[in-house]
Nanobody
């Protein structure tokens, strides 16, 4: 069974920092790119960042470039999102995501975590 479990969200003041984690199981983590998405109240879910399977390639939503850093620890099956200089408009539920072949299956499927709430407010 594939599981993606996010943690690390919370309430932070503008300008503050948070580090999100996503621990995965049920597929070969080191073989797949991973994404972070977010969904603010009343808005559609939007893509935030992607990291390649080895961690050598990354890309970001323009509004978070220079403030957010995506990384991964393949030995620990964990994805990270370091968020610095947070702004009120970063307030959202953050999700990790991938499309992968599960250990128990043969075909790729899209998987999502349950999300972690990030609130940026003074």
């Amino acid at each position: 069974q594939v599981q993606l479990v996010e943690s690390g969200g919370g309430l932070v003041q503008p300008g503050g920092s948070l580090r999100l984690s996503c621990v995965v199981s049920g597929f070969t983590f080191s073989g797949y790119a991973m994404n972070w998405y977010r969904q603010a109240p009343g808005k559609e879910r939007e893509w935030v960042a992607v990291i390649g399977s080895t961690g050598d390639t990354t890309n970001y939503l323009d509004s978070v470039k220079g403030r957010f850093t995506v990384s991964r620890d393949n030995a620990a099956n964990t994805l990270y999102l370091q968020m610095n200089n947070l702004r009120p408009e970063d307030t959202a539920v953050y999700y990790c995501n991938t499309r992968a072949i599960p250990n128990s299956g043969q075909y790729p499927r899209t998987y999502w975590g349950q999300g972690t709430q990030v609130t940026v407010s003074s």
